[in-house]
């Protein structure tokens, strides 16, 4: 340090440091977009099963399709924006319980043993992991109030009439993906919105 | 009285000690988004990255995605620590002004 640096100057290196901290924290990714992807594809997997009695292709292929999405299109918004822990432990988490579905469900619906209440219970259960992990990540509790839908759902689940385990899902997924996606994006917006009045 | 601390010169100035502090709160982070968080130019950036790539405080990794050249910076274990220096020698230089 030489002599005449005074404390002032000082003050701003301090600052400066607190105020780059800061700015690398705020870098946050943008997850809404992938909720309603997903919502969007358990809709047209569970019309496509509903509606042309194909469940066995209808699941594969929109889940293979919404992942392969998802990969291309993370990849190219995750140009030049950094990698955080915070992000890196959600990817980490959606791909781990993703995995988990695709495994189970394949494995099942291939062997022919699941029963349809235990089933869906099963993925609703995993969907609830995912919210809640995620939620205690952000410390959100928005969050974990998709986790508990999807818990509650899977109990109720495993109790109703076949014809309402459906309606359960597809009320699920409206709310948990699609309802929370929007909700999300819409958050996202107003988020881009203030940054861009503060800057 | 005792020792005033040392202020570390490699990253004493400006656009290299704000290119440590954002790179202590990411993984990682490309060129182009230390650019427009520095606000510096390209040439002023890259002599700036390769003065701390020299101290050994970050390390670059160059890849391809979707067939475009990406270069990564990320802080090193050296960098971490002489950032942390950094800041405990200005608390003491500051002393009671910070408060």
């Known amino acids: 340090m030489t002599e005449q640096e005074t404390q002032e100057e000082l003050l ?3 600052e400066l440091v607190e105020m780059m901290v800061k700015e690398g924290r705020r870098s946050t990714e943008y997850w809404g977009w992938t909720s309603v992807l997903w919502g969007t594809a358990y809709l047209i997997a569970i019309a496509w099963s509903y509606w042309l009695h194909q469940p066995n292709i209808a699941w594969p292929v929109t889940m293979i399709a919404a992942t392969v999405l998802t990969v291309g299109v993370a990849t190219r918004k995750k140009r030049a924006k950094p990698r955080t822990p915070v992000s890196r432990a959600i990817t980490g988490i959606w791909t781990a319980v993703g995995t988990a579905i695709f495994i189970f469900c394949f494995a099942a619906g291939l062997s022919g043993h699941a029963e349809m209440h235990v089933y869906i219970a099963t993925v609703e259960i995993l969907l609830g ?9 952000l410390r959100w509790r928005g969050q974990f109030l998709i986790a508990l839908m999807w818990w509650i759902s899977a109990v109720a689940t495993c109790f109703v009439a076949m014809r309402l385990v459906m309606p359960i899902l597809v009320l699920d997924t409206l709310i948990g993906f699609l309802g929370f996606g929007l909700y999300l994006m819409y958050r996202e917006r107003r988020d881009r919105r203030l940054r861009v009045q503060h800057a | 009285m005792p020792d005033l601390p040392e202020l570390d010169p490699v990253i004493h100035g400006k656009l290299r000690l704000a290119i440590l502090s954002l790179l202590s709160s990411v993984d990682d982070a490309e060129f182009t988004w230390l650019r427009d968080k520095t606000g510096s130019t390209d040439g002023n950036l890259g002599a700036h990255l390769l003065k701390l790539e020299e101290a050994g405080y970050i390390g670059v990794e160059k890849k391809f995605v979707f067939r475009k050249p990406v270069t990564l910076y990320r802080m090193t274990e050296a960098g ?19 408060n």
């Open chain 2, 80 to 98: 971490r620590n002489a950032l942390a220096g950094y800041i405990r020698a200005l608390r003491t230089l500051l002393g009671s002004a910070l």
């Open chain 1, 12 to 14: 701003t290196r301090f």
């Open chain 1, 129 to 137: 992991v995912a919210n809640c992990a995620i939620s205690m990540v």
